[in-house]
């Protein structure tokens, strides 16, 4: 492919159409954000005005991925726990991931699955915000959501190029695309208006020594987490291969084997809660299919 047909491609994902603008309650909330007079509650109340997107919201609240002891079982709750940063990006990945739960259930247990370990190791490290490294694992493949929605045509070619070539999704994207799905992530991202310490992680999960100083360790967990879901087998996001892990990366973690196998532990625990989250979401679109099929 030519270079000029490689700067279309990547102006057409630059500009992506088909796949949800930010959700107008984001606008709302943002404004309602800004006013300091605004109670959680107010915040909660405007959210559960969208019966659909508040269920979804305290789902994912309660899944394992994040690990609270207690069940949040009102959005006031969940924004004073999370805080408003985790929450609009909760609502702009319920979005999207509706689209990945209809096309894709394996990207979408890989990126439940990389919340998880996200949140494991966060906590184990100390983080402050163990909450938003989880919602940074969560989106960090929504550029390959990007890519598939936008350019069907070349992701059946990346798809062809990885099953024949045997090689890592990524080497293929840049082959055929001349950017990745971590990039186009970010530029999602940016264009949601997401804090930087949910782009940087997004944009950097294959090379977390590039994030800024601030970010670095919260890309570092986020890279973690995707090369070791990924060993474990559990989702795929359309990559079977379990990337490298960058040796800064690893030095910054400072993981111990005993502290690993804790980790491990931890995970596998949790995993089990994903999946039976997963089974939910197929029994949901069963279901959905079914009354469709009913319905014509």
Same mark, same amino acid.
């Given at each position: 492919?030519?270079?000029?047909?490689?700067?279309?491609?990547?102006?057409?994902?630059?500009?992506?159409?088909?796949?949800?603008?930010?959700?107008?309650?984001?606008?709302?909330?943002?404004?309602?954000?800004?006013?300091?007079?605004?109670?959680?509650?107010?915040?909660?109340?405007?959210?559960?005005?969208?019966?659909?997107?508040?269920?979804?919201?305290?789902?994912?609240?309660?899944?394992?991925?994040?690990?609270?002891?207690? !069940?949040?079982?009102? %959005?006031?709750? +969940? &924004?004073?726990?999370? #805080?408003?940063?985790? =929450?609009?990006? /909760?609502?702009?990945?319920?979005?999207?991931?509706?689209?990945?739960?209809?096309?894709?259930?394996?990207?979408?247990?890989?990126?439940?699955?990389?919340?998880?370990?996200?949140?494991?190791?966060?906590?184990?490290?100390?983080?402050?915000?163990?909450?938003?490294?989880?919602?940074?694992?969560?989106?960090?493949?929504?550029?390959?959501?990007?890519?598939?929605?936008?350019?069907?045509?070349?992701?059946?070619?990346?798809?062809?190029?990885?099953?024949?070539?045997?090689?890592?999704?990524?080497?293929?994207?840049?082959?055929?695309?001349?950017?990745?799905?971590?990039?186009?992530?970010?530029?999602?991202?940016?264009?949601?208006?997401?804090?930087?310490?949910?782009?940087?992680?997004?944009?950097?999960?294959?090379?977390?020594?590039?994030?800024? !100083?601030?970010?670095? %360790?919260?890309? +570092? &967990?986020?890279?973690? #987490?995707?090369?070791? =879901?990924?060993? /474990?087998?559990?989702?795929?996001?359309?990559?079977?291969?379990?990337?490298?892990?960058?040796?800064?990366?690893?030095?910054?973690?400072?993981?111990?084997?005993?502290?690993?196998?804790?980790?491990?532990?931890?995970?596998?625990?949790?995993?089990?809660?994903?999946?039976?989250?997963?089974?939910?979401?197929?029994?949901?679109?069963?279901?959905?299919?079914?009354?469709?099929?009913?319905?014509?």
């Amino acid at each position: 492919m030519v270079a000029d047909d490689k700067e279309k491609l990547r102006k057409s994902l630059r500009e992506i159409k088909n796949l949800p603008t930010l959700p107008g309650i984001v606008a709302k909330l943002s404004k309602m954000a800004e006013n300091p007079d605004t109670t959680t509650a107010q915040m909660g109340q405007l959210i559960g005005k969208d019966y659909v997107l508040a269920a979804k919201l305290l789902k994912l609240v309660n899944s394992a991925f994040y690990g609270f002891p207690q !069940r949040i079982s009102s %959005l006031s709750s +969940a &924004i004073i726990l999370l #805080g408003f940063n985790v =929450i609009k990006s /909760l609502i702009i990945s319920a979005s999207i991931f509706e689209i990945m739960e209809d096309q894709d259930i394996e990207l979408w247990q890989h990126s439940l699955g990389c919340a998880v370990v996200c949140n494991v190791v966060a906590r184990k490290l100390g983080v402050n915000d163990p909450e938003e490294v989880s919602t940074a694992g969560l989106i960090h493949d929504i550029g390959k959501v990007a890519i598939k929605m936008e350019l069907p045509q070349q992701y059946a070619e990346i798809n062809v190029i990885v099953a024949e070539r045997q090689i890592a999704r990524r080497v293929a994207e840049l082959e055929v695309l001349d950017v990745d799905h971590a990039e186009v992530g970010a530029w999602l991202a940016k264009k949601w208006n997401l804090p930087v310490k949910l782009v940087e992680p997004v944009a950097y999960h294959h090379e977390p020594d590039r994030a800024s !100083r601030p970010v670095k %360790l919260a890309a +570092a &967990i986020v890279h973690f #987490g995707d090369a070791m =879901i990924r060993g /474990l087998g559990y989702g795929h996001g359309a990559d079977i291969w379990v990337p490298t892990l960058n040796p800064q990366a690893w030095e910054l973690l400072k993981l111990t084997p005993p502290i690993l196998d804790e980790i491990l532990e931890e995970v596998e625990e949790k995993l089990w809660d994903v999946r039976d989250f997963s089974l939910d979401i197929k029994a949901e679109l069963a279901a959905a299919a079914s009354a469709d099929r009913g319905a014509s």
